[in-house]
């Protein structure tokens, strides 16, 4: 009898304390990018007047640069706490996220962090200049003196992004890896990075919306995924060579199944597609409708935000006319041309 009730006791104990444990697991974290069904992108030319666009625009998303360029491109200045706060409202009084783009994989001349002597001789940890893109160098990602400029201080840009009120960080060059060598060591070397990253992030602003630009092979690791809200893809139908034509039906089905894997986890996609011709524009449409991914699409310069949003996500009209406010003689897309299906990563030597 008293075997018995020893296992009755000990049975009610292990229930009672799964019981409290399920009680106390947190919920699960809400994506703060489910609202958003139309989205614009623009990093260069964030002048009043295009800040003006922007708050007068009905889009429930725009991703811009942190910084307006002072004349010549020379040097950042920051937006202000009082500009993102405007471009946050819509005409209608309802809110707008207003996401900042922030480069991991790339230095770039005209940043705060960037030193005179550097034009002379570069660090060890910052390698060649981009062809594409005159003033961006390669670094080496996984450097601390490369991650401390990006956060982990005050003086970081995480750290300024937050202090003016961005919704959240749109992680651009995550991609830079493969420059060092498509291997496994290069892929978990930007997969530690976004981790430790987004954790810091919520650490500072715990509802910031993490999204991710291309990239997209790094997904097939739980911790990437873990660490993002969303995921945008530049070029998924169209323009990989950054010639308006259609992909390859391999690069898009490659890239199509892990977004697809990343939605059904609960990510958000977003797609941007640099397009003028009005077939293609309607294809991307039906295409992403289908997929249930929110597109955008407009000049590949990024220099001003497309036309109003139309029913269901679906960004129609051609760029907005306008002047152009401090325009960077360099005005360029950030993204490079793409890749192909990404190919297993090769194992390193040991």
């Known amino acids: 009898m008293l075997l018995i009730w020893t296992w009755i006791l000990g049975a009610t104990l292990i229930v009672a304390q799964a019981g409290g444990a399920e009680a106390q697991a947190p919920a699960r974290r809400a994506n703060p990018f489910d609202g958003a069904k139309s989205w614009a992108y623009q990093l260069n030319n964030l002048g009043p007047a295009q800040q003006a666009r922007i708050a007068a625009s009905p889009y429930d998303l725009v991703v811009i640069d942190y910084a307006q360029s002072e004349k010549g491109d020379l040097i950042e200045q920051p937006l202000t706490a009082e500009e993102v706060a405007r471009m946050k409202v819509k005409p209608d009084g309802g809110k707008r996220l207003i996401i900042a783009y922030l480069s991991i994989g790339e230095s770039e001349d005209n940043r705060y962090y960037w030193k005179a002597e550097w034009n002379r001789k570069r660090p060890a940890w910052m390698g060649a200049e981009s062809k594409e893109w005159k003033g961006n160098f390669l670094v080496k990602y996984w450097e601390p003196v490369w991650q401390d400029f990006i956060f982990g201080n005050a003086q970081s840009y995480v750290d300024r992004i937050v202090a003016a009120g961005f919704d959240g960080f749109y992680i651009d060059r995550a991609d830079a890896y493969y420059r060092f060598g498509d291997t496994k060591e290069a892929r978990d070397r930007m997969a530690a990075f976004l981790v ?28 990437v995924v873990a660490a993002i809200d969303a995921i945008a893809k530049e070029d998924l139908i169209y323009g990989i060579t950054h010639r308006e034509e259609l992909n390859k039906r391999d690069d898009i089905d490659y890239s199509t199944k892990l977004l697809r894997d990343a939605q059904a986890a609960g990510k958000a996609i977003f797609v941007v597609e640099y397009l003028k011709n009005p077939k293609n524009i309607a294809d991307a449409k039906q295409r992403m409708t289908d997929l249930g991914f929110v597109l955008y699409y407009g000049p590949r310069g990024l220099f001003e935000i497309a036309a109003a949003p139309g029913a269901g996500g679906i960004t129609p009209g051609p760029a907005l006319d306008g002047v152009r406010e401090n325009a960077k003689p360099k005005a360029k897309s950030k993204a490079p041309v793409a890749k192909k299906a990404a190919p297993k990563p090769k194992a390193t030597a040991n």
């Not at 810091?200 to 739980?222: C, F, H, T, V, W």
């Open 196 to 223: 430790k990253l987004s954790a810091y992030i919520r650490s500072k602003k715990p509802d910031a919306g993490i999204m991710m630009q291309n990239a997209e092979e790094l997904l097939d690791r739980p911790n």
